[in-house]
C-alpha cells in the first residue's frame, strides 16, 4: 500500500474507503518527520536511558507524546494554510534579521547533528567490520540521490519505505523479552529509578526530552507540508498522520529502552549502541545484533536527509530560492547544491582522523539549547497571527495554554542542558 | 474547496501535487507583523536570552571547553 498515490484515483460514494484514500494520499510528512525524529542520537539516548535505567524512566514517553504533537501539529497547520515554510514566515513577518540570525543558527546546528548522524554510520560500519573510508561516502551519495531525482513522491515514497524498516526494532524488543508487567506499571506510574535523583539522571531526562523536539523538526514539517502542497481540506488527515507519526515514535523509543533494558537486568557495562548490540549477541544471535547496526544506520540515514532537508528549504526561503522536490536538479540548483554540500561537508568530518567528535555532540546540545527556544517563540506568535490566518486558523486560548506550557517546558529544559554543558560545576550534582 | 467534488456520484481523490494550487492566506503585502508592548517584551526577553547564551559560550570557548 502507496502512502503517496501518483495518479488521480476516483473512489465510488464517500464514506471509510474515500477518507482511508484522501487520508494515504496526505499521509507522509508528519510521519517521516517524527521517525526522522528517533536518529542516531535518539537511538543512542534511549538505549543508553535503558541500559542505566532500566524502565524506570519509561513514564515520560505518553508525556512528551502530547508535547510533540502540539508542536508539530501547529506548523503543519501553518504550512497547509501559507503555503510558506517556518523560516519564510520567520523572514518576512519578523524582519530580515531575526530570519537570518534563526536561519544562521538552524543552519550550523543542523550541521553539526549531520556529523553525528554521519558518525554513528561510522560507529556501525566498525563494528559490523566494513571500511568507513567506503561506506561513509556511499552513504553520503545515496543521500544525494534520494533526493534529486526530481520528483517529490518518489523521495516521499523512498524515505517512507526507510521509516517502514523502524517495525524491526518491535521484533528485536520482543526478543529481549521485556518485563511487560514492570514496563507496564512504569509507562503509567512515575518514579525515580533506585539511584535517586542524581545529576546524571537529570541529565538523561534533558537528553530524552530534547531529543524529542529538535529545531530542525519544525522546520522540516512546515516546509515539506509547503512542497507537498497540503490544502485546506487536508488538515484533519495532516493532523492523524502528525498522531501517528507521534505514536510511532513514542513506541519505537520505548522498544530501544527495552533493549538498553535488557543490559541493565544483565548488569552488563554500556558504551554505545554499536556495543550495545555486541553484548545482546546471547539473547539475539549475530543476526540481531547485526540488525541493530543496520537499524542505527537506517536512524541515522534518515535524520541526515530530513536535517539536510531542512537546511536546504530554509535557506532557499530565506533567499527567494527555487526549493521544491519537484525540480529537477537544473531547475533548482542551489537547493540541491547546499543539499549536497551539507551532506558532503559532514561526511567530510566524519572521515578525518581524531576529528573532535564529542565537542562536536556537546556543541549539538548547546545549540539545540540556544535555538529551540526562539523557534518556539516565534511559532507561538505566528499560530496566533489573526491578520494573517483569520479567526479560523489561529490558536484557541486553550490551545494556547497547552502551547504555552510545553514551550516553558522546553524553554526551561533547554537553558538547563546548555547551562549544564557550558558550566558543568554550575549545577553541583550534575555530570 | 478543491479536494472533493461531488460529480456523478463520484468523490474524487486528488494528489495535492496534481490538485490546482490554492490560494493561501499569507500574502507578502502582509508586511511585518504588528508588533503589540506584549510581544516587544518577549522578543527582548529573547534577545536577553540569546546573548546571555552566547556569552557563556563564549566564556566556555576562552577559558576552554
Known sequence: ?431 | MSETTLRDGLFPVIHPLDDVREEKLYRPELGRMRITRGMRVVLTLLQGYLASMLLLLAWRVLTGM
Open chain 1, 1 to 431: 500500500m502507496s502512502f503517496a498515490t501518483t495518479t488521480r484515483r476516483a473512489v465510488q460514494r464517500g464514506g471509510f474507503r474515500r477518507r482511508l484514500l484522501h487520508f494515504l494520499v496526505v499521509a507522509g510528512p508528519g510521519l517521516i518527520v517524527m521517525v526522522a525524529d528517533n536518529d542516531a542520537g535518539a537511538v543512542s539516548t534511549y538505549t543508553q536511558s535503558g541500559a542505566e535505567y532500566g524502565t524506570a524512566l519509561l513514564w515520560l514517553l505518553p508525556l512528551l507524546l502530547p508535547m510533540t504533537y502540539f508542536v508539530q501539529e501547529m506548523v503543519a497547520r501553518l504550512g497547509i494554510v501559507t503555503g510558506e515554510g517556518l523560516a519564510a514566515l520567520i523572514h518576512h513577518r519578523f524582519g530580515a534579521w531575526w530570519g537570518r540570525f534563526t536561519l544562521a543558527d538552524l543552519l550550523v546546528v543542523n550541521f553539526l547533528t549531520l556529523v553525528t548522524e554521519f558518525a554513528a554510520v561510522a560507529m556501525a560500519a566498525r563494528q559490523l567490520g566494513l571500511p568507513q573510508g567506503v561506506v561513509i561516502p556511499l552513504s553520503a551519495i545515496g543521500l544525494i540521490l534520494l533526493v534529486g531525482t526530481g520528483s517529490y513522491r518518489r523521495w516521499e515514497r523512498l524515505t517512507l519505505g526507510l521509516c517502514g524498516l523502524n517495525i524491526a526494532w518491535f521484533v528485536l524488543a520482543a526478543l529481549v523479552h521485556p518485563h511487560w508487567d514492570s514496563a507496564l506499571a512504569d509507562s503509567v506510574r512515575p518514579r525515580l529509578p533506585a539511584s535517586g535523583l542524581t545529576g546524571n539522571l537529570m541529565f538523561m531526562v534533558i537528553a530524552i526530552v530534547g531529543t524529542t523536539i529538535a529545531p530542525w523538526q519544525l522546520f522540516f514539517q512546515q516546509s515539506c507540508v509547503a512542497d507537498k502542497r497540503l490544502r485546506f481540506a487536508d488538515l484533519k488527515a495532516a493532523r492523524i498522520d502528525t498522531v501517528i507519526g507521534a505514536i510511532a515514535v513514542i513506541a519505537i523509543a520505548a522498544c530501544m529502552m527495552f533493549l538498553g533494558d535488557a543490559l541493565h537486568r544483565g548488569a552488563l557495562p554500556y558504551q554505545d549502541p554499536a556495543q550495545m548490540a555486541a553484548a545482546l549477541v546471547p539473547d539475539l544471535g549475530h543476526a540481531g545484533a547485526a540488525l541493530i547496526l543496520l537499524l542505527l544506520c537506517n536512524a541515522a540515514l534518515l535524520g541526515a536527509t530530513a536535517v539536510s532537508l531542512s537546511s536546504a528549504w530554509a535557506w532557499g526561503e530565506v533567499m527567494g530560492w527555487r526549493n521544491t522536490l519537484q525540480a529537477k536538479v537544473s531547475e533548482a540548483p542551489q537547493f540541491y547544491a547546499l543539499y549536497a554540500l551539507c551532506v558532503a561537508a559532514a561526511a567530510g568530518v566524519v572521515l578525518i582522523p581524531h576529528a573532535p567528535l564529542q565537542v562536536i555532540v556537546l556543541a549539538v546540545q548547546v545549540l539545540s539549547g540556544v535555538v529551540l527556544p526562539p523557534v518556539l517563540v516565534f511559532l507561538h506568535l505566528l499560530v496566533n497571527d489573526r491578520e494573517m490566518l483569520g479567526e479560523r486558523f489561529a490558536n484557541r486560548p486553550w490551545n494556547n495554554w497547552v502551547n504555552l506550557a510545553v514551550i516553558a517546558i522546553l524553554f526551561a529544559l533547554s537553558a538547563v542542558l546548555a547551562a549544564q554543558v557550558l558550566v558543568p560545576g554550575f549545577f553541583p550534582s550534575a555530570v
